[in-house]
């Protein structure tokens, strides 16, 4: 099922489109039964979460699905995929889905407010739960650290970092280069976000402005030297985790 993910992808969004273009409001659909045990409860069944739902079905996890988009969930019901309809930030709707016996709540919803509200919510409600979620930028990210989730992810970040090294590649790089310039990036990127979390006070301000700035140069400096050794002449034998923990000490340096 994992490998027919990218064309049903495809197919899904193409009939997406056309039903959301000329569809008018529809009633609720009927309710399903519930997974009886989930493991994991996915909020969101837009291309965020249905790429997580196929991964940990082939996986052999049982996820049950909540999605409030009417059109989108009669759609993905067409293709045989299990959806629940109803709005995930109700608490009485996360404890029938399961949510106090699941081990794992992933946040995939297209509304930054309602996916913030969704984690403080799960995150009281249900503190046993791990909670993942798709943040849609750097701010976003900060505050669904705060509401309480576990980890969470740029929604783009992953996939402009992927073709940013096949950019790379076509600017004439060998793979491995490419591939080490990522994960230079990514490790850069990731010392910068922790960093400045303690500077986002919950808006734009000042202080946000000045540190990110000043961080955002101390990082162009390190990947500029960190690029150097990427020369066709430069070793270029190397490994991620040996990289990583280059990248950490020169951070505590």
């Known amino acids: ?11 899904y969004e193409r009939i997406a489109d056309k039903v959301k273009s000329r569809a008018p409001a529809r009633a609720a659909p009927e309710s399903e039964p519930f997974e ?14 249905q790429v997580i739902s196929r991964l940990l079905s082939g996986s052999g996890f049982r996820a049950t699905v909540l999605e409030s988009d009417v059109d989108q969930i009669e759609i993905l ?29 992933i946040v995939g919803i297209d509304d930054k407010d309602k996916a913030t509200e969704l984690v403080e919510t799960a995150r009281k409600a249900f503190p ?89 140069e101390t990082m162009e400096r390190l990947l500029t030297a960190d690029l150097a050794q990427l020369r066709p002449d430069a070793q270029d034998s190397w490994n991620v985790h040996s990289l990583e923990a280059e990248l950490r000490d020169r951070a505590k340096g």
């Open 77 to 105: 019901r067409r293709f045989g995929r299990p959806v629940h309809y109803g709005d995930a930030t109700r608490l009485d709707l996360l404890r029938a889905a399961g949510a106090e016996r699941a081990r794992l709540l």
């Open 128 to 216: 046993h739960l791990s909670i993942v979620a798709r943040a849609f930028d750097r701010l976003h990210a900060y505050e669904l650290l705060r509401a309480g989730a576990d980890e969470v992810e740029r929604e783009t970040f992953e996939g402009a970092l992927s073709l940013g090294a096949a950019s790379l590649r076509r600017l004439g790089l060998r793979g491995r280069q490419a591939h080490r310039a990522a994960a230079s990036f990514r490790g850069h990127d990731r010392r910068m976000f922790e960093e400045l979390a303690p500077a986002w006070a919950g808006d734009i301000d000042e202080a946000y402005i000045l540190a990110s700035r000043e961080a955002a």
């Open 36 to 49: 009886s045990e989930p493991e994991v409860i996915i909020a969101g069944y837009g291309r965020f979460g």
């Open 1 to 11: 099922s994992m490998a027919l993910t990218p064309p049903m992808m495809t197919v």
